[in-house]
């Protein structure tokens, strides 16, 4: 178990990702990572139990997450390796959780000094930094030195599953080509 210690912002420009990618360091190239999280309420699930299940695909590994919320930005986490992707789902499933959240990103890992920096482009959402800072010692300076050094606003953004929440609930949009991507990725079998 591990903790977990994050905050993202949104990136409005493709030249702000070159500007980040080109001062900072690659600790993993760009993968893609797909997360189907299950919970018993929906997107009520994190505020009503506290956690989140999720399986989650990262290349060619496959892995069934949870996350319990410690405070905000702060996470415990724990994760056990599977060999395919539905056999965490039918786990889930079997325990009565539904699918309700399908986020499919590419992902690249760099580092800004003490700190852990995901640039995520993320289906539908687009761009975002995630800043994970639990290795850093003094991460507030820290993490304003990268907000000021790359002149990104300090508006830090919501967790993605509020984010498509929102979005699913205020644009109809939305939440039928939300719907129909999960859907797709389900019937599928992509999983």
Not at 161 to 172: P, S
Request: a negative charge; aromatic letters at 12%.
């Amino acid at each position: 178990m591990e903790i977990e210690k994050e905050i993202r912002f949104k990136i409005e420009s493709d030249s702000k990702i070159k500007e980040i990618e080109l001062e900072t360091e690659e600790i993993q190239e760009k993968s893609e990572t797909i997360d189907l999280v299950l919970g018993w309420k929906g997107f009520e699930s994190l505020d009503k139990y506290g956690f989140i299940c999720r399986v989650r695909k990262k290349n060619d590994e496959i892995y069934l997450e949870c996350k319990k919320k410690i405070k905000d930005n702060i996470w415990n986490e724990s994760k056990i390796k599977l060999k395919e992707f539905r056999e965490g789902v039918n786990f889930l499933s079997l325990i009565g959780m539904k699918p309700y959240l399908y986020i499919n990103r590419k992902r690249q890992i760099r580092k800004f000094k003490d700190l852990k920096i995901y640039i995520d482009e993320v289906d539908m959402l687009g761009n975002f930094i995630e800043i994970e800072f639990q290795e850093a010692s003094n991460e507030e300076k820290q993490i304003q030195e990268i907000l000021s050094h790359f002149n990104i606003k300090n508006i830090e953004q919501k967790l993605y599953g509020d984010i498509f929440k929102e979005k699913i609930e205020t644009d109809i949009n939305f939440k039928a080509e939300f719907e129909k991507k999960m859907k797709y990725f389900i019937d599928n079998d992509i999983i």
